[in-house]
């Protein structure tokens, strides 16, 4: 007999979730010129990225796990990215790319994935936001292909994992509007600001902001204030258990370390949104703007309190990533904001919320049937818009290798041999290889000689690495990456100091031709690097990372606390 209800519950299930073999079939469709030419788009942050998954993957392949250093990436120097930046979705990749086994097939899979993720997150916040099952299917149908979310596929922007995420946000939010009797659910409201900063931090700190304006109009309406603000801040130490590994990350990296953050945008307000210097994808933008606020606009007076809230902070967020702000004097004012860099980055929030009021809107009959059927029309009508610019712009990308030409540095002219070269080796099982030919000496993340200036021209950082990395003199290194440590050997040929490809942390620990090595700064350099004094002969250069006890723990906190949560949530659902 209990069979019967299983089948039942089966049907069910897949009912409501059929939309999502409609967007892995689109995903697909989507990605055929990219299947056809069996060429990987490079955009601006690509070989960042393929360096942090290729750590992953190799630390996977080869069962040799470092968590607060990337033995592997950047030619083992040692570096600490993927501690800090969205672990969890470095690691999803990570695995994916060993999966995939080519870069051409992880940029096809990994496109899939995220639109699955951002479809059934789109859905999960409708669903919850009392939005129809048709509706609600229709928008999260639609989701993966707006702007934020294609930016993966053509520029490797990784806010486009954060802006998957981000519809549970806003389904945090409205909740605190809507459920007046318990506006907060400790458990969610921390597992998804957890999810988001294992994803992207940028994309948490927007969400923050965001529930942050939510939780100011909510609380002049409940009438125990008290009980609101205890459960926030509940849920903000539960948030602090399961990011704790990100804690840590943060720890060692800048405590006792002069670190050279993210490249700095010199005149942000170029990089705002800007509707009179839109071209190709970014009209998709527009697009979904502007058919937005049409719907919102139809039936703005018979909107509930929470909706019209919502379509307002959508619309705040766009105004807040577009021109009509002053940015570049803001960022002046405010440097510390400046980890933002593009403050076009505020309109994934901004389309996220006015997509969420627009569900809320089409699921009520205020506006009668046929309004109704002519709008729902005209959100199918737009899906198939960004599904053909979405095909389109892959299809234009993929004939140019690189997406833009800061993809790679220093930049430079590619002769056609070359270009070939790239494509198969991207399209080949040797994931080392392409990371080789194509580079980008990003120094993100990299500890600074102490006399160091925020001033300082930036590009010397790069100049320095991609020297060191790429195109050294000296005697040729030969590596390798044990269980703990790594070492690099070379003959030399005369009594010389070398800079060797290794990042030098406060807690990079060295042993030099048997001899602890003493790390001295460099003032010619800009990257603390080690310098070492080679002699006639075999050298050996053995280093590795020793994290504090205080990490350490934090890491096993983290561990403990998302066992728990899923233990916890397994055993509520029996």
Not at 497 to 508: D, E, F, G, Q
């Amino acid at each position: 007999m209990s069979v019967l209800p299983a089948q039942h519950s089966a049907r069910t299930w897949l009912w409501h979730h059929i939309f999502i073999l409609i967007v892995i079939a689109l995903s697909f469709l989507a990605a055929l010129p990219q299947l056809t030419s069996q060429s990987a788009i490079l955009g601006v942050d690509g070989l960042f990225h393929f360096n942090r998954f290729y750590d992953i993957a190799m630390q996977l392949k080869h069962l040799n796990f470092h968590y607060f250093v990337a033995p592997y990436e950047y030619q083992g120097m040692g570096r600490m990215i993927n501690s800090i930046y969205g672990p969890f979705a470095a690691g999803l990749n990570g695995v994916l790319l060993l999966l995939a086994g080519s870069y051409v097939k992880y940029q096809v899979l990994s496109r899939v994935i995220l639109s699955v993720v951002a479809a059934e997150c789109m859905y999960v916040a409708l669903r919850r936001c009392r939005v129809t099952n048709l509706t609600a299917q229709a928008i999260a149908i639609l989701y993966p292909f707006t702007y934020q979310i294609i930016m993966w596929n053509i520029r490797q922007s990784f806010m486009s994992w954060g802006a998957a995420l981000m519809p549970l946000g806003v389904m945090v939010g409205v909740r605190m509007l809507e459920n007046r009797e318990h506006p907060i659910n400790i458990w969610q409201m921390a597992v998804v600001m957890a999810l988001l900063t294992q994803t992207h931090l940028i994309s948490a700190a927007q969400i923050a902001l965001m529930l942050l304006l939510y939780a100011i109009i909510a609380i002049r309406r409940l009438p125990n204030r008290r009980d609101f603000l205890l459960k926030i801040g509940q849920a903000i130490l539960l948030y602090l258990v399961l990011c704790a590994n990100v804690i840590a990350g943060l720890v060692e990296i800048f405590m006792g370390n002069q670190i050279l953050g993210v490249g700095q945008v010199k005149h942000p307000g170029e990089k705002a949104f800007n509707v009179l210097v839109l071209h190709r994808s970014r009209y998709l933008i527009l697009v979904v703007l502007v058919a937005s606020l049409i719907i919102l606009l139809i039936g703005w007076r018979k909107l509930s309190f929470s909706t019209k809230v919502t379509a307002s902070l959508g619309a705040g967020f766009y105004v807040l990533s577009s021109v009509l702000l002053p940015w570049d004097a803001i960022f002046r004012l405010l440097p510390a904001i400046s980890f933002i860099q593009f403050p076009s980055r505020f309109m994934a929030v901004g389309t996220v919320l006015l997509l969420v009021a627009d569900g809320q809107l089409l699921s009520t009959t205020i506006l009668g049937r046929g309004w109704n059927n002519l709008l729902r029309l005209g959100i199918a009508g737009l899906g198939v818009l960004l599904i053909g610019v979405n095909g389109y712009s892959t299809a234009q990308h993929t004939q140019q290798i690189f997406a833009v030409p800061r993809a790679i540095y220093p930049a430079r002219k590619y002769a056609t041999k070359e270009l070939e070269n790239l494509r198969t080796a991207f399209n080949s099982s040797n994931l080392a290889k392409p990371l080789t030919l194509a580079t980008k000496s990003t120094p993100d993340y990299l500890p600074l000689q102490p006399n160091y200036k925020p001033t300082d021209n930036v590009f010397a950082a790069y100049e320095e690495l991609d020297h060191v990395l790429y195109h050294r003199s000296g005697p040729r290194l030969h590596q390798t990456i044990g269980r703990h440590t790594t070492t690099l050997r070379w003959t030399g040929t005369k009594a010389q100091s070398l800079t060797l490809p290794v990042a030098m942390y406060r807690n990079t620990q060295a042993v030099l031709n048997g001899h602890a090595f003493q790390y001295r700064n460099n003032p010619k350099q800009t990257l603390r690097l080690a310098t070492v004094q080679s002699h006639t002969g075999q050298n050996t250069f053995t280093f590795h990372y020793q994290p504090r006890l205080i990490s350490r723990l934090l890491l096993w906190v983290t561990a403990i606390g998302w066992l728990g949560m899923i233990i916890w949530w397994w055993r509520s659902r029996a």
